[in-house]
């Protein structure tokens, strides 16, 4: 079972070696270090780890503040690893997520989480009922204010949280992005994107280049995805679309290939809506000849 260490320091001062030390002990065999608040979920270290971690893969960190300051964030990380088939283990700390033990121990932190959340739920209730019987306004007098300060505050933590809801589904369309932009029209690599979703999770053209934007602006993604793509020669087309659904599975079979391109209703080359392995087998060989394998 493949280890992967993460060492997280706060600032330049600091050493991660210790940590260092302690994860390729244990028997890691990559070691990825990173210089970040831990307050910070937007870190792009972290974030190609969880991006590239394969199943069976195990994330090692020496002690659970080193991932996460947050008991919130600390699930959220476990969750994606879980989705991805892989675990989670801290040396310090009684957690590994491939142990029942470990597993015991998330199940209680999950559920104190929820009751610590249902306490503040409840706190927040009584203050604010409280405020009004006494006359007293609520909200944030800086907002009230229009402070330059407390409006960066709020810019600031509603980016936080919206690159949070984008790393759960990064998965689904960063790959993509950066395989087939700026070569393919955001039209096509939409479609593509959204073939294997289900509906629920299907993508806009508008929500996906927000996101892709904003994974740029972080520095996740190249700004030469943004780029305008090359005019395409119709006959380009779709050799292009089958080599990028082949290039995101290679073990995918042509039958496969074929559903796939039936549910984005994309038509044959001779305009009949359902297709045949031995038309995507001579699509791939024109991609092929096209250079696009």
Not at 14 to 33: F, H
Not at 70 to 80: D, G, K, M, T
Not at 105 to 133: M, W
Request: contains cysteine; hydrophobic residues 40%; aromatic residues 4%.
């Amino acid at each position: 079972m493949p280890l992967i260490g993460y060492a997280r320091v706060s600032t330049e001062d600091q050493t991660p070696l210790p940590q260092v030390q302690a994860l390729t002990a244990v028997g890691c065999g990559q070691v990825l270090q990173e210089q970040a608040s831990g307050g910070d979920r937007a870190r792009p270290v972290l974030a190609r780890l969880l991006d590239r971690v394969a199943p069976g893969d195990t994330l090692v960190v020496v002690r659970i503040d080193r991932l996460a300051r947050s008991l919130s964030h600390l699930l959220e990380v476990i969750e994606r690893l879980e989705a991805k088939g892989a675990f989670f283990r801290s040396i310090e700390d009684p957690i590994d997520t491939a142990s029942p033990q470990g597993k015991f121990t998330l199940q209680v932190l999950g559920a104190a989480a929820e009751f610590e959340r249902a306490l503040i739920r409840e706190r927040t209730k009584a203050g604010l009922a409280s405020a009004r019987l006494e006359g007293r306004v609520g909200g944030n007098p800086g907002l009230r204010a229009r402070d330059p300060a407390a409006l960066r505050k709020v810019r600031l933590a509603r980016r936080d949280g919206y690159l949070d809801r984008l790393a759960q589904t990064a998965p689904d369309w960063v790959p993509a992005i950066r395989r087939l932009r700026p070569g393919m029209a955001w039209e096509d690599v939409l479609r593509i994107v959204n073939a294997p979703l289900p509906q629920a999770r299907r993508w806009t053209q508008a929500r996906l280049l927000r996101a892709t934007r904003a994974y740029v602006r972080e520095g996740f993604l190249p700004a030469t995805v943004l780029d305008r793509a090359a005019r395409r020669d119709r006959d380009d087309r779709l050799p292009a679309l089958v080599a990028a659904i082949k290039g995101a599975d290679p073990d995918i079979t042509l039958q496969a290939i074929c559903d796939r391109l039936e549910s984005m209703r994309e038509r044959t080359p001779r305009g009949r809506t359902t297709w045949q392995p031995s038309s995507v087998r001579m699509l791939l060989a024109q991609a092929e000849r096209l250079g696009m394998l």
